[in-house]
């Protein structure tokens, strides 16, 4: 379905989500195609059928855009599957679910079977952990993590029974780069399916099959829906996983309400213009403060010396507003005095919408395989924070951060 105008990468971000699987059909009658700019709110259940004969051959029809059941969707998810597949070069389709853990779920559920190893990188979203560590345990799954930031690391980890690597990048609360196309070489040659979590830099920062990924996971509940009103997920995939992935989501009945596409398709238009917004505020306040005495390392890998800069400036062409830093020194109470000093950042979980957020960061009580602090950090170094930097104006951001800098140093005497 990746024949739309905007599987054609020159045209610039912003114009290829303003024209995402805007079809005709989706948005008009008969007669009378692209009628309106975005398409109707579909609510149905039953599809009705002219008579028994084509009741009896709905199922038979089980293509993207065919009406048969109110599971398999409606023209407004399929607008929304057919947008995120355009904006995503290499993919087949795109398959929706109600989150971003439940699109992971349906990956895993997609590859894996008893008796398979999962490789997991260390530093991924600690509800994926979960996954691996309690459902594909107990379904006979076995997950095996791996240090990201050493590909010769994965290269050790492979086995007879590795079916498939989940990899992310930028790390989850640390934000490390992870060398993609050369893990994908490296699962490649083995036989071995890679998934990526690519919520952070999604399609238009990051083309993960582009890069060799054969199934990309992408939480919509962050930049594409953008409001902090929704909660959806997608899986994009090759040609050669597309069809299990989607057999897989009907099977488990996969489906979201027609209202939460619409929002989604109305988040998505405005996407690239946020992210470059965002990001460019994220760098400013990582620059900011990159230069604090109180701070011993930021998490941002837009910033020139950061470990994994080259990576991102070799494979990425965007980023987001999610960043962090660590304190240095300090004690929880002095990182939480900080935080509840913000005015501007709300406090809470979640990210990519269009205001900013703030959460106390434990990377060390996550990882299974890497020490955090790191090697090269001061092991007293270890309390962090997380911003998902919004679209207030940047000076006004730096200012509620420098007035809470305050609140740390008096906690810390
Ligand atoms: C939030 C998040 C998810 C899960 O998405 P939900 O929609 O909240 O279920 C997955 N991966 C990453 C990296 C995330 O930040």
Not at 10 to 32: D, I, M, N, S, Y
Not at 222 to 235: E, F, I, N, P, Q
Request: proline residues 6%.
């Amino acid at each position: 379905m990746n024949d739309d105008k905007t599987g054609k990468t020159k045209l610039g971000p912003q114009t290829r989500v303003t024209h995402a699987g805007r079809r005709g059909e989706w948005t008009g009658v008969e007669g009378h195609p692209s009628a309106v700019v975005n398409p109707p709110i579909w609510r149905a259940s039953t599809h009705l059928y002219p008579n028994t004969k084509a009741l009896k051959e709905g199922p038979k029809n089980n293509c993207d855009g065919r009406f048969f059941y109110g599971r398999r969707g409606s023209p407004t998810q399929w607008a929304l599957c057919d947008a995120l597949t355009g904006l995503e070069p290499g993919a087949a389709g795109t398959m929706l679910y109600p989150s971003g853990v439940a699109a992971l779920t349906g990956a895993f559920l997609t590859v894996l079977r008893p008796g398979d190893v999962l490789l997991m990188s260390d530093h991924a979203y600690e509800p994926t952990r979960a996954l691996g560590q309690t459902l594909l345990k107990d379904f006979g799954v076995e997950t095996r993590f791996f240090d990201p930031l050493e590909t010769s690391a994965l290269d050790e980890a492979f086995c007879e029974r590795t079916r498939a690597v989940l990899l992310e990048s930028p790390g989850s609360l640390t934000m490390e780069m992870q060398d993609i196309p050369a893990a994908c070489r490296l699962a490649k040659a083995r036989g071995v399916v890679t998934i990526m979590d690519n919520t952070w830099a999604g399609p238009l920062g990051f083309t993960a099959h582009e890069h060799g990924i054969d199934i990309s996971v992408m939480s919509l509940t962050k930049h594409v829906g953008g409001h902090s009103d929704l909660m959806m997920g997608s899986v994009s995939a090759t040609e050669e996983w597309y069809a299990p992935l989607r057999r897989m989501a009907q099977l488990t009945g996969q489906v979201v309400s027609p209202d939460d596409a619409s929002l989604a398709l109305r988040g998505l238009r405005t996407m690239a213009m946020r992210l470059e917004r965002s990001a460019a505020t994220a760098l400013a306040i990582a620059e900011w403060l990159e230069e604090r005495p109180e701070v011993t390392r930021v998490f941002c890998p837009m910033l020139p010396d950061s470990p994994g800069h080259h990576i991102w400036k070799r494979d990425f062409t965007g980023a987001c507003g999610l960043m962090g830093f660590a304190f240095r020194g300090g004690t929880a109470e002095a990182r939480n005095a900080f935080i509840d000093a913000l005015t501007l950042f709300g406090i809470g979980y979640s990210w990519g919408g269009f205001e900013s957020l703030v959460t106390p960061a434990d990377p060390g009580s996550i990882r299974t395989v890497t020490l955090w602090p790191p090697m090269d950090m001061a092991h007293t170094d270890q309390f962090a924070v997380r911003l998902a930097v919004g679209l207030e104006d940047a000076a006004d951001l730096i200012a509620d951060l420098d007035q809470a800098m305050a609140a740390w140093r008096a906690a810390s005497e």
